[in-house]
């Protein structure tokens, strides 16, 4: 496996489908993020545009091998494997991503509640806002395992899907990514920390889930 990740994530660096998704996310933090604003509602903010990133960078991931190449790695090392490598590179990926947008935020925000008043412990912010961005992270994995090959083979299909996905999994309030950011904007307002624990594991399981069906799929499909 650790080949077949290190095979992909040259993959991906040298064919430069990267920059699209990493050019979203840093547009996303120049337009949203300035400096003083309050660190809890930033994290959160932060962490809301990790979610598109993500699905977009596991579509370019699980599609980034031309169908010659992908068929000679699967006949080698097994078309399951070799899925669970992408997508595996699409989230170290996007793990890079949330790490730096967390450095941002900690490099500019003010650690303090809405009104400035009551002021915010640093590290816990950090911890949580890392969680959510986690967590957004996963689900954005999750979206593009389903909305592309092998589960949706049309790509008039899976680029709406995908996005339609991504969106209403950012507003509806039963999402774990919608509940992750909302408590961090919510406990912005009083200056209280609050960990997504919930969400996580939850998202967790659908992304594992996701990523188990779609590698399940690939071996039956290839």
């Known amino acids: 496996m650790i080949a077949l990740l290190r095979y992909q994530t040259a993959l991906l660096i040298g064919s430069y489908r990267w920059l699209p998704p990493v050019i979203l996310y840093a547009v996303w933090l120049t ?12 994290f959160g903010y932060a962490a809301g545009g990790l979610l598109p990133a993500a699905v977009w960078l ?9 169908p010659s190449a992908r068929n000679c ?29 967390t450095a941002v935020v900690l490099s500019l925000a003010d650690p303090h509640s809405n009104n400035h008043y009551v002021a915010v412990p640093v590290l816990p912010a950090a911890f949580s806002g890392l969680l959510a961005a986690l967590v957004c992270l996963l689900m954005g994995t999750a979206i593009g395992a389903l909305s592309n090959w092998p589960v949706l083979r049309n790509t008039g299909w899976s680029i709406p899907t995908g996005l339609i996905a991504a969106l209403l999994l950012s507003v509806l309030g039963a999402s774990p990514a919608n509940a992750a950011v909302s408590g961090l904007v919510t406990g912005s307002l009083h200056g209280t920390v609050s960990t997504p624990w919930l969400p996580l594991a939850v998202t967790a399981l659908i992304a594992a889930a996701a990523t188990a069906a779609a590698c399940a799929l690939s071996s039956r499909r290839s």
Request: aromatic letters at 0%; proline letters at 6%; a positive charge.
């Open 31 to 42: 337009i949203g993020i300035r400096s003083g604003d309050p660190i809890l509602g930033t």
């Open 58 to 66: 596991t579509r370019v991931c699980v599609t980034n091998e031309p």
């Open 73 to 101: 790695t699967a006949a080698a090392a097994g078309p399951g494997r070799v899925h669970l490598a992408c997508v595996l590179t699409a989230a170290g990926t996007g793990l890079l991503l949330a790490l730096i947008g």
